[in-house]
């Protein structure tokens, strides 16, 4: 069965200093997978996918996100943090069969100081 | 830019009762969701819904849950009898197409306190 870790519940980080949060997964496959962003009183919006191809996914603000098959990862980095990317961040696996539903980890909150 | 709506933003309400959480999906999307988080665990699917039927649910959707698009704008996911551990952050999403690779787009999710 499809699941997703996200083993830190809480990261701080000071802004400008680079970020990297991590995410595995567990999948039969090859799977689809994501990283959503929630900011407060906001709903989960897509920050990059990785279905296939190039291993290193860019998405939007700035972030990018390696697959690498070999340990089961997907983790999302950032070179220079912002204090507007405080928030939570969900990484997710989507099924390669057609199915529509998502599996998401418990999300990392991100906190940036000045 | 359009965006998935849901309200309310905080419901309240006592152990037994019905609740009915209310989405408004992006207009040309076909692909309707509902996901729940458990304060402090994974945000977890319950339901997919396309062409006025569940397309998928999970083992979570028991028959105390329903979805109904009862227009053609809203879509509904109605809880019966509610118990204290259905408590949790609902968000509702679209897609314009089946397939989890198509992005899905959340709303912003409804509050739920079982009291």
């Known amino acids: 069965a499809q699941s997703v870790t996200q083993p830190d519940i809480h990261i701080t980080v000071s802004e400008g200093a680079s970020l990297e949060l991590r995410c595995n997964y567990s999948y039969g496959a090859t799977p689809y997978l994501f990283w959503y962003v929630q900011s407060p009183g906001q709903g989960l919006q897509l920050l990059l996918k990785?279905?296939?191809?190039?291993?290193l996914v860019q998405g939007i603000k700035g972030f990018e996100a390696e697959f690498k098959r070999s340990q089961s990862s997907f983790n999302l980095r950032k070179p220079s943090v912002h204090w507007s990317d405080a928030a939570e961040y969900f990484c997710?696996?989507?099924?390669?069969?057609?199915?529509?539903?998502?599996?998401f980890g418990t999300g990392t909150r991100l906190t940036v100081i000045p | 830019e359009p965006e998935v709506t849901q309200t309310p933003s905080h419901q309240v309400t006592q152990m037994g009762q019905e609740v009915i959480l209310r989405c408004v999906p992006i207009?040309?999307?076909?692909?309707f969701y509902w996901y729940r988080q458990i304060l402090g665990q994974k945000v977890e699917f319950l339901v997919s819904f396309y062409n006025n039927e569940i397309s998928e649910k999970s083992e979570i959707f028991d028959d105390q849950f329903s979805v109904e698009r009862p227009d053609g704008s809203n879509f509904t996911l109605k809880i019966r009898s509610t118990k204290l551990e259905d408590s949790a952050m609902y968000f509702c999403a679209s897609s314009v197409q089946r397939g989890s690779y198509n992005e899905q787009f959340f709303g912003p999710g409804t509050r739920l306190t079982v009291l």
């Open positions: 990785y279905f296939s191809g190039d291993t």
């Open positions: 207009s040309n999307h076909l692909y």
């Open positions: 997710a696996v989507g099924d390669t069969t057609g199915a529509n539903n998502l599996f």
